[in-house]
């Protein structure tokens, strides 16, 4: 299973995730910082996305605060996706992700 399938299902989906972590930050309800590379020594190397949280609004489970979440996926895309989603789900939003 392509790590796109497994993420959103389809093309039009992909990114979802990011977005909205992207919009809680635009809000000043979160703060992350993000580094996406490509890593390891096959060809093509896989790309993996880091999400560290700096800060959360009080809503939010705290306990989640400076930790850094990440996923490895052949496409770049997949893996911030991946990545935004695991801290959605890990900090508590109730909006977006499934």
């Given amino acids: 299973m392509s790590a796109l399938s497994h993420l959103s299902g389809d093309q039009p989906t992909l990114n979802r995730y990011f977005m909205e972590l ?3 930050q635009q809000r000043g309800e979160v703060k992350f910082t993000e580094d996406t590379k490509q890593e390891g ?3 093509p190397r896989p790309w993996t996305c880091y999400i560290t949280i700096d800060y959360l609004n009080p809503k939010f489970k ?3 605060l400076k930790q850094t979440f990440w996923l490895t996926s052949e496409q ?3 893996a911030r996706d991946g990545a935004a989603r ?3 789900l890990n900090i ?3 909006g977006l992700v499934h």
Avoid: F, I
Wanted: aromatic share 6%; no cysteine.
């Fill in 76 to 78: 770049k895309q997949a």
């Fill in 62 to 64: 705290q306990e989640v």
């Fill in 92 to 94: 508590g939003y109730n």
């Fill in 86 to 88: 695991l801290v959605l």
């Fill in 22 to 24: 992207h919009n809680l």
């Fill in 41 to 43: 020594p096959t060809n």
